[in-house]
């Protein structure tokens, strides 16, 4: 199972900016597609972006425009720069992939407020 652990997240102002990372495990980085998803307290998990193994990017159309995700095969990373972050975007955010079986990190928290 690929091991992932997000990182970045804070607290920030509305218009604030945040970029979040998530390190993977492994030596198979190159061929997974990576996805990035968030919580609201009493909410459902939404996805949020994705980036596959072929540079194809995905958005969930609440964050088009604002998000961009990113990704690095040389550090096993991926990454997810938020501009433009409301209110709305608070939650905790979760990286994810699979590869023989789903994997997820332990999230990291954002929270947007003046």
């Known amino acids: 199972q690929v091991q992932l652990v997000e990182s970045g997240g804070g607290s920030v102002q509305p218009g604030g900016s945040l970029r979040l990372s998530c390190a993977a495990s492994?030596?198979?980085?190159?061929?997974?597609?990576l996805n990035w998803y968030r919580q609201a307290p009493g909410q459902q998990r939404e996805f949020v972006a994705s980036i596959s193994n072929l540079w194809r990017e995905n958005y969930a159309n609440s964050v088009k425009g604002r998000f961009t995700v990113s990704r690095d095969n040389g550090q096993n990373t991926v990454y997810l720069q938020m501009n433009g972050l409301r209110s709305e975007d608070t939650g905790m955010y979760f990286c994810n992939t699979f590869f023989k079986q789903e994997s997820w990190g332990p999230g990291t928290q954002v929270t947007v407020s003046s």
């Open positions: 492994g030596s198979i980085f190159n061929v997974l597609s």
